[in-house]
């Protein structure tokens, strides 16, 4: 099935809502917005944040014609063992995802390591060398944590499970993903490609949007989605010059609406259709609370994506230019 404007989403981080308190937008306020600017899906945000009961869910996305794509779960990879409180966060999501979307395309637990454990990584991120990646026995371990939690949430709820790389976790740079997949079944964990995390966390001097298009390609057979985001290459540039730690890059714009970046989103939706990828978009510009205006944004964002998804149409094999229509 071809990229198309009916799975489009975006999501809460949109709003500014990131693992924190502080957004003065409500959930059903987020939703309103999300529609208003042209989504049909949404991810869950931050515990809470959309009702957590799955009836008062479902009736929430249905009066609106929204699709449910997944929830976000932060763990300590690392730790010893899957603690009680950890397995019960994953499954809490995993529940809620498999009761409140009742549609063909089923949600996805999004895992990831949780950023911020490391304060070393937290002051470099997106600046980090090979020398201080994370070592492969690590990720080894990390893999086989990722397996057991896709065991877990297939055997409770028949949903499955994907890593989501993120820039100051201990899965940021190209070679840590590839490390985790590498280290994790395949039948059973796939990857949440997200364009900006990924170029800003090659730790490369310049964020240059082929680093996605190689990123994408090198992990095509492992991608289950994809979050288009674009990333400053201004921000970037200074965050690294002046050695700002992940939160001040983020408040100072790293994440820019889509167009204004490095990204070349317009080569990314070319070269996700042309290698057959078929699952939803979610339009992603992360902001933290009180940051820009997200509903402004929204729509800008998915003014662009309507316009570069019709430049894909346009493209595909039998299919007229609008010169010669």
Known sequence: MPLTLDRLANAPCSWGVVGRSGTSTSGMRMLDELVESGYRGTELGDPGFLPSEPDVLREALGARDLTLLGGYVPLDLGAPSLTGEAREAVLRVARLLADAEPGARRPIVVLADQDGLDPHRVARAGRLTPQEGTPLRTLARFGARLDEIADLVDGETGLRVAVHPHVASRIERPEEVEGVLAASDPAKVGLVFDTAHYAYGTGREDVDGRLVLEGL?????????????????????????????????????????????????????????????????????????????????????????????????????????????
């Open 217 to 325: 390609d090198r992990f095509r057979d492992r991608i289950v989605t994809v979050h288009v985001k674009d990333c400053s290459r201004e921000v970037a540039a200074r965050a690294r010059s002046e050695a700002w730690g992940y939160e001040r890059a983020v408040a100072r714009g790293l994440y820019a609406e889509l167009g204004e970046g490095a990204i070349d989103v317009p080569a990314v939706l070319a070269q996700l259709e042309a290698f057959g990828y078929d699952d939803w978009l979610t339009v992603e510009q992360d902001v933290l609370p009180g940051m820009g205006t997200p509903l402004e944004s929204a729509t800008r964002n998915m003014r662009r994506m309507r316009a570069w998804l019709a430049e894909v149409a346009t493209s595909r094999p039998g299919t007229a230019s609008p010169a010669s229509r």
